[in-house]
């Protein structure tokens, strides 16, 4: 089916040769998307397992969440909350927002002065990031500067888990004692845009394999 059946192969077969490696070619990607889509929420139901008996009456050293959908800084400021002591690292923020107007937006119930007052100092707020790799690159850049963080918790939702995971293994200092835990705010896949939104995601997670696959591992991260 690959290479020619014939010696001398005319147009016509070639032709042939061609369409039916084209389908077989075209299935077997459908077929792994197809896939892909059903493990991803799988994996991270699976991260947030492995997190909960890791962290169980334990503190994570920092808790990061790469911004990009509604629910993620909320869900994180509930985190900070039942994690104190731990440093909140969030990235990829809009430039035109602050810690206030993010606390605003939340609907926290504590007036921001205070929370500002009791909170601000353990919360480090990124703007330049743009892309899931962007914010992987802020995180590790943010976690170089902090002294000796060990366990850290990277939240996002279930369909973002599998991309972060790949791209975190990849861009992590190899140096360092970096433990990642993941925990995935669940999506509900009977609504359309929620499939939608798993179905680029599978799109996304192929073209960021094929950015880490070229890139330089021993070019030294941004500071």
């Known amino acids: 089916?690959?290479?020619?059946?014939?010696?001398?192969?005319?147009?016509?077969?070639?032709?042939?040769?061609?369409l039916k490696t084209s389908a077989v070619?075209?299935?077997?990607?459908?077929?792994?998307?197809?896939?892909?889509?059903?493990?991803?929420?799988i994996f991270a139901e699976e991260q947030n397992e492995i997190t909960s008996q890791a962290l169980?009456?334990?503190?994570?050293?920092v808790i990061a969440v790469f911004t990009g959908d509604i629910g993620r800084i909320d869900y994180t400021?509930?985190?900070a909350e039942q994690y104190p002591s731990a440093k909140?690292?969030?990235?990829?923020v809009y430039a035109k927002n602050s810690l206030s107007t993010l606390l605003r937006k939340q609907?926290?119930?504590?007036?921001?002065?205070?929370?500002?007052?009791?909170?601000?100092?353990?919360?480090?707020?990124?703007?330049?990031?743009?892309?899931?790799?962007?914010n992987g690159l802020a995180t590790i850049n943010y976690l170089r500067k902090l002294k000796s963080p060990k366990s850290i918790l990277i939240i996002s939702s279930?369909?973002?888990?599998?991309?972060?995971?790949?791209?975190?293994?990849?861009?992590?200092?190899?140096?360092?004692?970096?433990?990642?835990?993941?925990?995935?705010?669940?999506?509900?896949?009977?609504?359309?845009g929620n499939l939608k939104k798993l179905?680029?995601?599978?799109?996304?997670?192929?073209?960021?394999s094929t950015f880490l696959l070229f890139w330089d591992q021993e070019s030294p991260i941004l500071d």
Do not use: W
Request: charged residues 30%.
């Open 1 to 18: 089916m690959f290479t020619k059946k014939y010696i001398f192969e005319t147009k016509t077969t070639r032709t042939k040769r061609i």
């Open 25 to 41: 070619v075209g299935s077997i990607a459908v077929m792994g998307c197809i896939l892909l889509c059903i493990y991803i929420p």
């Open 56 to 61: 169980y009456q334990k503190s994570p050293d």
């Open 77 to 79: 400021l509930k985190k």
């Open 88 to 92: 909140v690292f969030i990235t990829g």
């Open 107 to 134: 609907g926290k119930e504590i007036s921001i002065d205070d929370y500002l007052s009791q909170e601000s100092h353990h919360i480090e707020l990124d703007y330049l990031a743009r892309n899931t790799v962007e």
């Open 158 to 192: 279930d369909y973002h888990i599998f991309r972060i995971s790949r791209i975190m293994n990849a861009l992590k200092d190899h140096s360092a004692d970096y433990q990642f835990y993941y925990e995935s705010i669940p999506s509900d896949y009977k609504k359309t």
């Open 199 to 208: 179905v680029k995601e599978v799109y996304k997670f192929f073209k960021a």
